[in-house]
């Protein structure tokens, strides 16, 4: 990598942090360390099939949304809309994406094609997942009925395997906003 090659993507490292922190100040600080490996995903998508955070990935990344629940939250139902609707244009942009819950494949395989998502929705039943991503609703045990909740939020995988962006929230009511977050990644 040539001098300028690096100090370009510490340059865009840079923004992405800043972004992060001036446009989402009422983040919370859990989940993978930005500028690092992605910690490792596993899951299965919503026709039982495992998945890989590679095959997922598009030419300039991967946008993992992790949820609550696409069955009983209608907080996390209307935000998996959302993130349907502009997900050409994060597509566009040339991000693979992926949805992420505790769910279990047959109500993931179930809410994607009432709503028509064109995304994967991916089940983390054991919350393996959860747990490598270091995000884990604490407030359920294991043994619980929601054991594998995460706190919901999104992180943004580079095509190299690093964080460049995570975005949490302690509350179930407030999500991030996909149209800032698609034109924080158009203007990098």
Not at 25 to 40: F, Y
Not at 155 to 161: A, E, S, T, Y
């Amino acid at each position: 990598m040539t001098l300028l090659q690096t100090m370009a993507s510490k340059l865009i490292l840079l923004s992405l942090v800043v972004f992060t922190h001036l446009s989402f100040a009422e983040s919370i600080d859990i989940g993978p360390d930005i500028g690092l490996k992605a910690p490792l995903l596993v899951a299965l998508d919503e026709k039982g099939q495992h998945v890989s955070t590679k095959s997922l990935t598009g030419e300039n990344g991967l946008i993992i949304l992790f949820f609550r629940s696409a069955d009983w939250c209608p907080f996390c139902q209307k935000h998996l809309i959302e993130f349907n609707e502009q997900a050409n244009n994060l597509k566009s942009l040339g991000y693979g994406l992926a949805a992420i819950s505790y769910d279990n494949a047959g109500v993931l395989n179930t809410f994607s094609k009432e709503h028509k998502i064109i995304y994967p929705l991916l089940s983390d039943i054991d919350a393996k997942t959860m747990k490598n991503y270091d995000i884990l609703n604490k407030q359920y045990q294991a043994g619980s009925s929601h054991y594998g909740i995460p706190y919901p939020g999104v992180v943004v995988i580079d095509n190299q395997g690093k964080v460049t962006h995570k975005h949490f929230f302690e509350g179930y009511k407030k999500r991030v906003k996909f149209t800032k977050l698609y034109n924080s990644l158009k203007a990098l």
